[in-house]
C-alpha cells in the first residue's frame, strides 16, 4: 500500500523557516517523482517543487525559487521541502504526492499529474 506521510508544519512568523518532511511507502522510491502542493483557503491546489529520487531532476513555482529547496533522502524514503523566508501567502495546507516516474516526460509540478497524495500538513505564516 503506498503511503506518503508528511509532517514539520506549523506557525512561524513572516521571514522565518520550517522544513517540511514526506516519508513515503509502498513502492519503489526511485521509480518516483515525488511533489510538494498546497492549498491556501478557497484557491486552487498549486504545485510548490518536485524531485525525481532517480537523478535529482527538480522544478520549482516561480513564487518559491530562491526561497524553497526540495531533497531527497534516498536512503531514508524521504523528500525534504526547506522553506525559507515565508511569506503570509505561503500560508496553507501543504501535500506531497508521488508519481510514477514513467508517466512522465519532464518532472512537473502539475497537480493533475500525481496519483498518490499524503493527507497533509498546515503551514501558517504570520505577518
Known amino acids: 500500500e503506498v503511503q506518503l506521510v508528511e509532517s514539520g508544519g506549523g506557525l512561524v512568523q513572516a521571514g522565518g523557516s520550517l522544513r517540511l518532511s514526506c516519508a513515503a511507502s509502498g513502492f519503489t522510491f526511485d521509480d518516483y517523482v515525488i511533489g510538494w502542493f498546497r492549498q491556501a483557503p478557497g484557491k486552487e491546489r498549486e504545485g510548490v517543487s518536485c524531485?525525481?529520487?532517480?537523478?535529482?531532476?527538480?522544478d520549482y513555482a516561480d513564487s518559491v525559487k530562491g526561497r524553497f529547496t526540495i531533497s531527497s533522502d534516498n536512503a531514508k524514503n524521504t523528500v525534504y521541502l526547506q522553506m525559507n523566508s515565508l511569506k503570509p501567502e505561503d500560508t496553507g495546507v501543504y501535500y506531497c504526492?508521488?508519481?510514477?516516474?514513467?508517466?512522465?516526460?519532464?518532472?512537473?509540478?502539475?497537480?493533475?499529474?500525481?496519483?498518490?497524495w499524503g493527507q497533509g500538513t498546515q503551514v501558517t505564516v504570520s505577518s
Open positions: 524531485i525525481s529520487s532517480r537523478d535529482g531532476n527538480t
Open positions: 504526492a508521488a508519481v510514477s516516474i514513467h508517466k512522465l516526460v519532464v518532472v512537473t509540478t502539475s497537480p493533475d499529474e500525481y496519483d498518490y
